[in-house]
């Protein structure tokens, strides 16, 4: 059950990763409303003993990754300044609602596989320690439910 998981909680990263990076490889959703992923609860930066991991780490724009963008021919490319914004965006949501613990873990990694591979392992040793719960800063996926 936990490989289950971990697959499923690497996938959620790879696609929440690839839909901001390229959002037009994504199928369209037939709803009138654009589903959202979401996350465990925000974690407030006043409650953090170490104020300076309020940040998440600054994602450096790297052709190197399996997460870099790519054009319209899928060649790999540095990102443009939109495509790392929305990036750097979409970390410091997850990055709110990680624990200091695994801020502290994840912090040194500026690439965006360097980060979900962070992310994703320490999600996984998490799980071992604590089987039968679920990593609370986790997201979910959207519902097509309205």
Known sequence: MRKIFGFVLVFAVVF???M???PGSTPETATDSKAEWTYGPTI???TLKDPTL???PTLQNSTDSDYACRDSEGNIQHCTDDQMAKAQAELQK???TYPEWLRKKCVSFTTMDTEAHCEVTETV????KHPGE???WTE???SDEH
């Open 134 to 136: 679920t990593a609370p």
């Open 16 to 18: 929440t990763v690839l």
């Open 20 to 22: 901001v990076l390229h």
């Open 140 to 142: 979910t996926f959207p």
């Open 94 to 96: 997850r990055w709110d």
């Open 54 to 56: 309020a940040n998440a």
């Open 44 to 46: 407030p930066a006043s």
């Open 125 to 128: 040793a998490y799980l071992n």
